[in-house]
Each structure stands twice: as C-alpha cells, then as structure tokens.
C-alpha cells in the first residue's frame, strides 16, 4: 500500500482544514487506517482511526467532538475533517495503513505510512 496525504495549509485559530489520503494497492478496503501528527521535537501522536468498513471509529481526547475520520473505499481515499483547530494542533499530519482489521492507536500498529502534510494554526 502507498499512501499520499494532502489538504493541509496554514488556518487561524478556530479555522477548518480537510486532509485526504490517497491509497494505492488492492488491500486498501480491507485495512483499518489511522492519521497520527507530529510537531517538532516531539513524539509521533495518534489522532483517529477507522475500520475497513467504516463502521467504527476512534479519535484521541485532544481532537475527540473537533475531527472527523471517514473513508470512500470505492475511491481509495481516507480523510480527515477538522474543525476548531487551535494552535497545539501544528503538526505534520501522516496518515497510515494499520496492520490489522481492528482499531489501533499505536505507531507500531501500522505498517504503511505516508509522506505527511504540514497544518499550521496561528493564534
């Protein structure tokens, strides 16, 4: 699986952005997949995750009522919606394909990652 994120940009406090992931290979409807960010100087975070179905989905307290995970497996695209953003959501977003058909929040729960997009928040 290959993974291509894009959508992010620089957004005022309290703005909207809506990130994307294209995903190539025939596995893609059949994996759960997650998005995880990572500010300078600090750790790789998850921030939401879905099933292969769509059916279930789980997002970390921080962006828990502000974001948004869906997927289209006709098109190969997962996405990320979020709104109210705040400046401690500056981050390199990266979206990756889980290894299992369950939901997970852990780095090492992913095998495929994509190259991230940069969403910048200013106060």
């Known amino acids: 699986v290959q993974l291509q994120a894009s959508g992010g940009g620089l957004v005022q406090a309290g703005g909207c952005l809506s990130l994307?992931?294209?995903?190539?290979?025939?596995?893609?409807?059949?994996?759960?997949m997650g998005w995880f960010r990572q500010a300078p100087g600090k750790e790789r975070d998850f921030v939401a995750a879905i099933i292969w179905s769509g059916a279930q989905t789980y997002y970390a307290d921080s962006v828990k009522g502000r974001f948004t995970i869906s997927r289209d497996n006709a098109k190969n695209q997962v996405y990320l919606q979020m709104n109210s953003l705040k400046p401690e959501d500056t981050a390199v977003y990266l979206c990756?394909?889980?290894?299992?058909?369950?939901?997970?929040?852990?780095?090492?729960?992913?095998?495929?990652w994509g190259q991230g997009t940069q969403v910048t928040v200013s106060s």
């Open positions: 994307s992931c294209a995903a190539s290979g025939r596995t893609f409807s059949s994996k759960t």
């Open positions: 990756a394909a889980g290894k299992w058909a369950r939901i997970a929040t852990t780095t090492a729960s992913y095998d495929y």
